[in-house]
Nanobody
Framework: QVQLVQSGGGLVQAGDSVRLSCVFP????????IGWFRQGRGEERNFVAG????????DYDDSVKGRFTISRDSAKNTVYLQMNDLKPQDTGLYYC??????????????????WGQGTRVTVSS
C-alpha cells in the first residue's frame, strides 16, 4: 500500500466547478492506475473516473462523461479530477485510489489497494 494525499472539494452550487487533486508517491518500477470514486450517503463507493499510468487512457462513468476530466501530471506525481457543471447528485465523499498491480483501468473498487483520505464535495441546488 502507498499513501495518497487528496486536496480540493468543498461546498459549491449547481453549475459550479471544482478540482480535486491526488498526490501519490514515486514508484521505481512502473506506475499506478489511479481512479476516483464517489460515495454518497448510505451508498456504495462507485467508480467515477480512472487514468492509466501513462495518462493516455482514461475511463469515465456515464454519469460524469462530458463534465468531468481526469488528468495526470507525472512530474508532480499528481492526478486531477476537474469537475464542471456540477449537479446535486454529484454530492458525496470522493476518494482517489491506486491500483499497483494492473495497467488496465478497473471500475471495481476491489482492484485498488491504496486509498486517499477522502474529500467531501457538496453541491447545492
Amino acid at each position: 500500500q502507498v499513501q495518497l494525499v487528496q486536496s480540493g472539494g468543498g461546498l459549491v452550487q449547481a453549475g459550479d466547478s471544482v478540482r480535486l487533486s491526488c498526490v501519490f508517491p514515486s514508484r521505481p518500477f512502473g506506475a499506478y492506475v489511479i481512479g476516483w470514486f464517489r460515495q454518497g450517503r448510505g451508498e456504495e463507493r462507485n467508480f467515477v473516473a480512472g487514468i492509466s499510468w501513462s495518462g493516455t487512457s482514461t475511463d469515465y462513468d456515464d454519469s460524469v462523461k462530458g463534465r468531468f476530466t481526469i488528468s495526470r501530471d507525472s512530474a508532480k506525481n499528481t492526478v486531477y479530477l476537474q469537475m464542471n457543471d456540477l449537479k446535486p447528485q454529484d454530492t458525496g465523499l470522493y476518494y482517489c485510489a491506486a491500483d499497483s498491480s494492473s495497467a488496465e483501468i478497473k471500475t471495481s473498487r476491489w482492484y485498488y489497494d491504496s486509498w486517499g483520505q477522502g474529500t467531501r464535495v457538496t453541491v447545492s441546488s
